[in-house]
């Protein structure tokens, strides 16, 4: 969680909310023992822990080689691979792709439009993208985090040329449709006690079945 970022200032985050976290999209997406899930942004694998710790084969990759040896050494059997979003591998398939507080850095819509779509070829079951700027809060976020370290002027020296990239709920879920998936929906981030949360949200679809027609709801 250090390695991610979880329990700095901005974010805050209790081991215990977040393994509450894990467990509520583990239910929401029926994941189970011996499912397979990749997880793009990988970095130090904070969210893909509790699911290997479960039983479920993880794999992932992320571009810092540094946070690729620290996921391996605590996931034994795991394969995590150093690689940009865009690299990632469509094949083999797997179960599940999810991608957690990864959007935010992607350095264009176009570039997360393609992740997504490469992320969708991947995936057996589902996607889940998770911890998105909305961009419908973007003032109020980022006034928050200014306030978070000293005011706007400090924010700006800090994180000059590191602002962050946020996302329509609308184009999210459209480009989860138009990918090809089902019961596609956006819920708002409500992580307890996580202070990025206000400002961010999910968006999950499903891979076409018998069961499922494509939808969407907000
Ligand atoms: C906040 S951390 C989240 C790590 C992990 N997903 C989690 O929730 O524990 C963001 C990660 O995204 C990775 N990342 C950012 N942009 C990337 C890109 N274009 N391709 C691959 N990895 C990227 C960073 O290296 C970092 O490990």
Known sequence: ?????????????????????????????????????????????????????????????DRSPALVSLAAEVMPGADFAVADALAMPTRPRVDFVLSHGVFLYFPSHEYAGAVIEAMVAKARRAVALM????????????????????????YARRYAGLEHRYYEREWVAERLVAAGLCDVVIVANETRGYGNAPFRFHAFGFVADDTRRPSFTD
């Not at 901005?10 to 997880?39: I, K, P, Y």
């Not at 909305?134 to 985090?145: F, G, I, S, T, V």
Request: negative net charge; proline residues 1%.
């Open 1 to 61: 969680m250090t390695a991610g970022g979880l329990d700095s200032g901005f974010a805050n985050l209790s081991e215990d909310a977040w393994h509450a976290f894990v467990a509520d999209v583990a239910q929401r997406l029926s994941l189970r023992e011996g499912d397979s899930v990749f997880e793009v942004g990988s970095g130090g694998g904070a969210f893909l822990y509790d699911l290997w710790r479960r039983g479920c084969v993880v794999s992932g990759v």
């Open 131 to 154: 911890d998105l700027p909305d961009a419908a809060l973007r003032e109020q976020a980022e006034a928050a985090r200014a306030a978070a370290i000293g005011g706007a002027e400090a």
